[in-house]
């Protein structure tokens, strides 16, 4: 079992994305167990995403990384480009 390390927000949002997404992919876990992964990895100014969100916006696996992103871009989580 692959283990995706922790988010803290302040290094490049893309290059966790890219080993989260590894990690899921090989474990087989499906939108429901990538979902809960998501959110356990995330610490520190990164979480921050689940308590200053909407709950819609951080309800599936697509959405977190979607509102991540997005905060990334407003210089709150560190990131390059958006994901889709």
Not at 3 to 30: H, M, V
Request: aromatic share 8%; charged share 30%.
């Amino acid at each position: 079992m692959l283990r995706p390390p922790k988010y803290y927000g302040t290094t490049s949002f893309e290059t966790f994305l890219a080993q989260f997404k590894n990690c899921s992919q090989y474990n087989a876990r499906d939108e429901d167990e990538q979902l809960a992964h998501l959110r356990g990895t995330l610490d520190k100014e990164a979480e921050q995403v689940l308590w200053d969100s909407s709950a819609k916006k951080v309800a599936s696996v697509h959405k977190l990384i979607k509102t991540l992103s997005k905060r990334g871009s407003e210089g709150s989580v560190k990131r390059t480009s958006i994901v889709s």
